[in-house]
């Protein structure tokens, strides 16, 4: 697709312009900046590309608040086309049945966890829509939750599998709704522990 917008004379700056443009609930926004405040570290953790995320993320002005972007790496070559290359190539290959080749959420999510396990007890928060953080929130445990958009396809695969979900499952439909059960769930856990005792992590998917 970008190799067709290339030909086509759009360049890299049409396409930051271009999405510039996708809309975003500013609730989300706001809630990504109180979810910060709150001193949680964020992640996004998505099958989109880092190109496009980062523009997002800085024309709303909240790159900096998120700790990592993990993703499918991009670039743009000599003649000034933008290419995205996969975040699990060849040469680093996954073997889940459940993700695309390009990229398995459950293994950063594995990753992400084991990184956290020496700093204390976290308490996972993972937001997502799509078929591929099917995977990550099996990985979650007791005491993390998970909050899947009401209707699209992660909702219903925990729906439909949901004695394999071991997490808290809040649903969310909009952005309004999500800054609610978001800022509750953080307060909630705040309210019950120190700081020094439990932290907060929560990750962003982006399908």
């Known amino acids: 697709m970008l190799e067709e917008l290339h030909s086509n004379g759009k360049t890299v700056e049409d396409i930051v312009q271009c999405l510039k443009q996708v809309?975003?609930?500013?609730?989300?926004?706001?809630?990504?900046?109180?979810?910060?405040?709150?001193?949680?570290?964020?992640?996004?953790?998505?099958?989109?590309?880092?190109?496009?995320i980062e523009t997002i993320l800085k024309h709303h002005g909240v790159l900096d608040l998120f700790s990592e972007i993990i993703t499918n790496p991009t670039?743009?070559?000599?003649?000034?086309?933008?290419?995205?290359?996969?975040?699990?190539?060849?040469?680093?290959?996954?073997?889940?049945?459940?993700?695309?080749?390009?990229?398995?959420?459950g293994l950063v999510m594995e990753q992400i966890q084991a990184s956290c396990s020496s700093k204390g007890k976290y308490m996972f928060i993972y937001l997502g829509d799509g078929k591929g953080d099917y995977c990550p929130t099996l990985k979650l445990g007791e005491g993390d939750?998970?909050?899947?958009?009401k209707n699209f396809p992660l909702s219903k695969l925990?729906?439909?599998?949901?004695?394999?979900?071991?997490?808290?499952?809040?649903?969310?439909?909009?952005?309004?709704?999500?800054?609610?059960?978001?800022?509750r769930l953080i307060?909630?856990?705040t309210s019950i522990t120190t700081p020094s005792s439990r932290s907060s992590h929560?990750?962003?998917s982006s399908d």
């Open 23 to 52: 809309p975003v609930h500013p609730r989300i926004v706001a809630a990504i900046r109180s979810v910060h405040a709150l001193g949680c570290d964020m992640k996004v953790l998505s099958d989109a590309n880092q190109f496009y």
């Open 75 to 105: 670039f743009v070559d000599e003649n000034g086309r933008l290419g995205i290359t996969p975040y699990n190539d060849s040469s680093n290959p996954h073997s889940c049945n459940l993700c695309p080749p390009n990229l398995c959420k």
């Open 145 to 149: 939750h998970v909050m899947p958009r």
């Open 158 to 183: 925990i729906c439909d599998n949901s004695t394999l979900v071991k997490a808290e499952i809040h649903e969310w439909d909009d952005g309004e709704e999500l800054e609610a059960i978001l800022l």
């Open 187 to 189: 307060e909630a856990e």
């Open 202 to 204: 929560l990750s962003r």
